[in-house]
């Protein structure tokens, strides 16, 4: 099955700078990378996401870039801000199954 | 339209005590799924079913059963609650695995 490994697992930041979050993926015939941010005691939310067949894709301060060589892809977060403290889960999916990554807690210090 | 809801949101059970949490869904989804979140491990897929009468095992099913019998509803079973299932559930559900909708989550406690 997919194995998906999801760093660092721990971030903090100065509001106002840059996060990144990376990510690997074990089978190569995943084809689709969510994200999710999943807030204290909320339900994981999808905030972006990526399909095979696309290298980058941005929405406002977050991006997401994929490399389908490597098997890795990333969130950007630019200019943080306070409501970016979360956790974050990376995601593959092939064959009816998402398999996320472990998350990375992000703490955005004012 | 509330999206997907799940009952209870909290239980405390005994060491092998049964229970189904149940997850229930408005938006006529086909694709449907319950996972576990434990510390540092992120979400685990227990089970998935991509319509009414079918079901499969994720990566951590061993404990657990599901049924489909509605294209509605999708519970949980515990047959004999272990310490080992204290974990929060959500349940989600989405026209296919790749656009799921999660709902707020089951805080199970096993003693």
């Known amino acids: 099955g997919e194995n998906v490994e999801q760093h660092p697992s721990t971030l903090s930041v100065q509001e106002g700078d840059s996060a990144v979050i990376k990510c690997t993926y074990s089978?190569?015939?995943?084809?689709?990378f969510p994200w999710y941010k999943q807030e204290l005691g909320k339900r994981p939310q999808l905030i972006i996401d990526i399909r095979s067949n696309v290298g980058e894709k941005k929405d406002q301060r977050i991006a997401v870039t994929l490399n389908k060589t490597a098997k890795h892809f990333s969130l950007h977060i630019t200019e943080t801000q306070p409501e970016d403290s979360a956790v974050y889960f990376c995601a593959a999916t092939n064959d009816y199954k998402l398999s996320f990554g472990a998350g990375t807690t992000v703490t955005v210090r004012a | 339209n509330a999206g997907v809801t799940q009952t209870p949101k909290f239980q405390v059970l005994k060491t092998g005590q049964s229970m189904t949490l149940q997850c229930a869904q408005d938006m006529n989804h086909e694709y449907m799924s319950w996972y576990r979140q434990d510390p540092g491990m992120g979400l685990r897929l227990i089970h998935y079913s991509v319509g009414a009468g079918i079901t499969d095992q994720g990566e951590v099913p061993n404990g657990y059963n599901v049924s489909r019998s509605t294209t509605e509803d999708f519970p949980l079973r515990l047959l004999s609650a272990a310490p080992s299932q204290t974990s929060v559930y959500f349940c989600a559900a989405g026209p296919s695995q790749e656009t799921q909708y999660f709902g707020p989550g089951t805080r199970l406690l096993v003693l």
């Open positions: 089978d190569s015939a995943s084809n689709y």
